[in-house]
């Protein structure tokens, strides 16, 4: 009986996709991408190299599994891919694209590149930022055919927020680097510490140049002397000297932030709600492991190709609609639904803690409420943003 039921479900799975094949109009999707990663100069803590290639190949996964469905709907995907070594051959690349009558692209530039992209980017033209976590560009500069698959900074630093408020962790020693992106992190947390009830009781800068490989059990120590404080965050976002804080602090206590235990998009300890099978193929793509980048990209491409299968067509003003209605989804492998915030375009979605070997725990976390989603109590709510780009 069982064995006849599988029978008849297989064959009438068979007739369905079938008719609706042959009832679906041929769609040709048109994707760019346009990736352009500065460079950092040099670190002091070579530990962890970013691949050359991240992001990219997050998005040609995705393209394969959006030309998995579309074999069965006479849709076809086509990727065309910009990797370039400066900003000007970044923009030139996205030019070039646009000339081509690509007008939907992903891309994973700095945020200032972005504001040249959306200059130069007609109204019929729809980007995807999978790369710039900065804050203001969910806040004030909102260009409407605009949308963001990367979490912010705001989202990440309110996900460790909301951890450490949890654990009771709330007197806290803070390290900024340098650097720009050092800066902004440290800046989001600051308003994360804010809005959770959290004390940051030492806030310093990194100004040291040595070599810590060396040095790290005699200066950080002394760095991180203070009366009391539960834990330390660090914002060294490109690694200069977060990596040796972790067992190296005046008082025995945990390391969170940018490392130790990090808030991040994505990472390779993430293995649930069918997330193995995602990791698995993209190893066997790309020979490495997936990371934000990679995720943000292929979330992207992946909303590009929900939205066609559910329209019929490519429009990119049809997806972008379609992007902030009711009705779109995309199964994401986080455990939740994900949806885009129609004030700002910012994907909604869950925020892994993790440190180097596994899962902590995932935000948003029970009992932080909201009278829509408690997605949305990660990073600006519509009240705190300027950005109205769907009205």
């Given at each position: 009986?069982?064995?006849?039921?599988?029978?008849?479900?297989?064959?009438?799975?068979?007739?369905?996709?079938?008719?609706?094949?042959?009832?679906?109009?041929?769609?040709?999707?048109?994707?760019?991408?346009?990736?352009?990663?500065?460079?950092?100069?040099?670190?002091?803590?070579?530990?962890?190299?970013?691949?050359?290639?991240?992001?990219?190949?997050?998005?040609?996964?995705?393209?394969?599994?959006?030309?998995?469905?579309?074999?069965?709907?006479?849709?076809t995907y086509a990727l065309t891919s910009q990797v370039t070594d400066s900003e000007e051959a970044a923009v030139?690349?996205?030019?070039?694209?646009?000339?081509?009558?690509?007008?939907?692209?992903?891309?994973?530039?700095?945020?200032?590149?972005?504001?040249?992209?959306?200059?130069?980017?007609?109204?019929?033209?729809?980007?995807?930022?999978?790369?710039?976590?900065?804050?203001?560009?969910?806040?004030?500069?909102?260009?409407?055919?605009?949308?963001?698959?990367?979490?912010?900074?705001?989202?990440?630093?309110?996900?460790?927020?909301?951890?450490?408020?949890?654990?009771?962790?709330?007197?806290?020693?803070?390290?900024?680097?340098?650097?720009?992106?050092?800066?902004?992190?440290?800046?989001?947390?600051?308003?994360?510490?804010?809005?959770?009830?959290?004390?940051?009781?030492?806030?310093?800068?990194?100004?040291?140049?040595?070599?810590?490989?060396?040095?790290?059990?005699?200066?950080?120590?002394?760095?991180?002397?203070?009366?009391?404080?539960?834990?330390?965050?660090?914002?060294?976002?490109?690694?200069?000297?977060?990596?040796?804080?972790?067992?190296?602090?005046?008082?025995?206590r945990p390391v969170v932030g940018t490392q130790g235990m990090s808030p991040v998009a994505w990472h390779r300890?993430?293995?649930?709600?069918?997330?193995?099978?995602?990791?698995?193929?993209?190893?066997?793509?790309?020979?490495?492991?997936?990371?934000?980048?990679?995720?943000?990209?292929?979330?992207?491409?992946?909303?590009?190709?929900?939205?066609?299968?559910?329209?019929?067509?490519?429009?990119?003003?049809?997806?972008?609609?379609?992007?902030?209605?009711?009705?779109?989804?995309?199964?994401?492998?986080?455990?939740?639904?994900?949806?885009?915030?129609?004030?700002?375009?910012?994907?909604?979605?869950?925020?892994?803690?993790?440190?180097?070997?596994?899962?902590?725990?995932?935000?948003?976390?029970?009992?932080?409420?909201?009278?829509?989603?408690?997605?949305?109590?990660?990073?600006?709510?519509?009240?705190?943003?300027?950005?109205?780009?769907?009205?």
């Open positions: 009986m069982y064995r006849r039921y599988l029978r008849s479900f297989a064959v009438g799975a068979f007739i369905a996709l079938s008719a609706a094949s042959l009832a679906a109009q041929p769609v040709d999707v048109s994707i760019g991408y346009v990736q352009w990663i500065p460079d950092q100069g040099p670190v002091l803590s070579n530990v962890t190299p970013e691949p050359d290639d991240g992001g990219l190949r997050g998005a040609e996964l995705a393209l394969e599994d959006n030309s998995t469905t579309g074999r069965f709907l006479g849709h030139a690349a996205f030019d070039s694209l646009q000339q081509s009558g690509i007008e939907l692209f992903v891309v994973n530039v700095p945020a200032s590149t972005i504001r040249t992209f959306m200059a130069r980017a007609g109204a019929q033209t729809l980007v995807f930022n999978a790369g710039a976590e900065d804050d203001p560009l969910r806040t004030a500069d909102c260009p409407a055919n605009l949308v963001h698959t990367i979490p912010s900074h705001a989202m990440l630093t309110d996900a460790l927020g909301q951890w450490l408020n949890q654990r009771r962790w709330n007197k806290l020693f803070l390290i900024t680097g340098p650097t720009e992106a050092d800066i902004a992190w440290a800046s989001a947390f600051r308003r994360s510490a804010r809005r959770f009830g959290l004390d940051i009781v030492e806030d310093k800068p990194w100004t040291f140049d040595a070599d810590l490989r060396r040095t790290a059990s005699k200066e950080l120590p002394l760095f991180t002397q203070a009366d009391d404080y539960d834990a330390v965050v660090v914002a060294d976002v490109r690694g200069d000297f977060g990596e040796y804080v972790p067992f190296n602090t005046w008082l025995p300890v993430v293995e649930s709600w069918g997330a193995a099978q995602l990791q698995n193929r993209f190893r066997d793509l790309a020979k490495r492991q997936m990371n934000g980048a990679d995720y943000a990209a292929w979330a992207a491409v992946r909303s590009i190709g929900t939205s066609v299968t559910e329209l019929g067509t490519a429009d990119p003003r049809a997806i972008r609609e379609f992007l902030f209605s009711d009705r779109f989804q995309l199964a994401a492998f986080k455990g939740r639904k994900l949806t885009y915030r129609d004030w700002n375009g910012q994907l909604r979605q869950p925020i892994p803690l993790v440190h180097p070997r596994g899962l902590v725990a995932r935000a948003p976390f029970e009992g932080y409420l909201h009278p829509n989603t408690d997605m949305d109590t990660l990073g600006f709510d519509k009240p705190e943003s300027k950005c109205r780009i769907n009205n």
